[in-house]
């Protein structure tokens, strides 16, 4: 997935990180945990209501693993049907 940066990056900052899915993003957290991998706790941002976790990369990029639910699915489709009426 790529995304348009919503507002300017200073030079200085990180202008690129890295979205991935997962059907299981508790199994896959605790994986990483026991492979000594440093990952943060599952948030629940409103874009992704089913859990969202975050890691580096050895580079420093940002790293980040959203569980695709049904909630995200739903909500998904509803946007890109409303895109779509507005294209008619």
Same mark, same amino acid.
């Given at each position: ?8 990056? +200073? ?11 997962? *059907? ?5 957290? %605790?994986?990483?945990?026991?492979? +000594?991998?440093?990952?943060? %706790? ?6 992704? &209501?089913? +859990?969202?976790?975050?890691? #580096? *990369? #050895? *580079? +420093?990029?940002? $790293?980040? $693993? ?7 699915? &739903? ?5 890109? &049907? ?7």
């Amino acid at each position: 997935m790529f995304l348009l940066e919503e507002s300017p990056v +200073g030079a200085s900052q990180q202008a690129f990180f890295l979205y991935l899915y997962t *059907d299981s993003l508790p199994a896959l957290r %605790e994986h990483l945990l026991a492979s +000594g991998i440093k990952v943060s %706790e599952i948030h629940r941002p409103p874009y992704m &209501q089913s +859990g969202e976790i975050s890691l #580096p *990369d #050895p *580079d +420093g990029y940002a $790293v980040f $693993v959203g569980q695709w639910g049904t909630t995200e699915h &739903q909500r998904w489709e509803r946007e890109r &049907q409303e895109r779509l009426a507005k294209l008619k």
